[in-house]
């Protein structure tokens, strides 16, 4: 059981390019969760998902996209990367109200140069 | 105004001691509240999950929500070097979207 994985661990990316965040879950969990996470600050919530084929935008979605094809991934799309997406990024897995579930993967750091 | 608002600390006390940290909030609708640690460089981990007001109780951690006051605190008891980490408050109307606040740091001295 790996819980929620995401790739890849760390990124460098030039100003205007793109790039996919991978995340996968293994626990069957309904809720998915984008979060961006800035130095000394809590989390951000991107884009959330309740289901496959059900997504909708958190606090902070400018510049970011995601689909949920499936019950497992949950990938986020950033195009046209700025400085301003420099940040560690963490997708978790939650199977919603009611339960104490919530897991989070180890993140992903992301620098735009 | 911030929906969530949380003390950044550092808070440093020796090992054994009572830890209290708490947050605050805006949106007198949020109905789920959690607390998260969260060690340097790692994803952040669900300590304790409370729906509504009321506390909750899991070994060394208490979990309280007061809704009148919007205002919910995390206990921790006989702390040990091991709980030094940095403690996220994060809170939700229906699961959906969750706001966090900035964190404390929490360091326990041997």
């Known amino acids: 059981n790996a819980g929620v994985t995401q790739t890849p661990k760390f990124r460098i990316l030039k100003i205007g390019q793109s790039m996919t965040l991978q995340c996968t879950q293994d626990m069957n969990h309904n809720y998915m969760y984008w979060y961006r996470q800035d130095p000394g600050m809590g989390l951000k919530l991107i884009y959330y998902?309740?289901?496959?084929?059900?997504?909708d935008k958190g606090e902070v979605p400018n510049g970011y996209n995601v689909s949920r094809s499936t019950t497992e991934d949950f990938p986020l799309r950033l195009e046209l990367a700025a400085p301003s997406q420099t940040s560690v990024y963490f997708c978790?897995?939650?199977?919603?109200?009611?339960?104490?579930?919530?897991?989070f993967g180890p993140g992903t750091r992301l620098t735009v140069l | 105004q911030k929906e969530v608002e949380q003390d950044p600390g550092p808070l440093s006390v020796p090992e054994g001691a009572i830890v209290s940290l708490n947050c605050t909030y805006s949106?007198?609708?949020?109905?789920?509240f959690m607390w998260y640690r969260q060690y340097s460089r790692k994803g952040p981990e669900l300590l304790m999950y409370t729906y509504s007001s009321g506390n909750k109780e899991d070994g060394r951690f208490t979990a309280q929500v007061d809704k009148s006051s919007k205002y919910i605190s995390l206990f921790i008891r006989d702390s040990q070097p091991s709980d030094s980490a940095t403690y996220l408050c994060a809170m939700s109307l229906n699961f959906n979207k969750f706001y966090f606040g900035s964190g404390t740091k929490l360091n326990v001295k041997p």
């Open positions: 978790a897995a939650s199977g919603g109200p009611g339960t104490d579930t919530q897991y």
């Open positions: 998902s309740v289901g496959a084929g059900i997504t």
């Open positions: 949106n007198s609708a949020f109905q789920y």
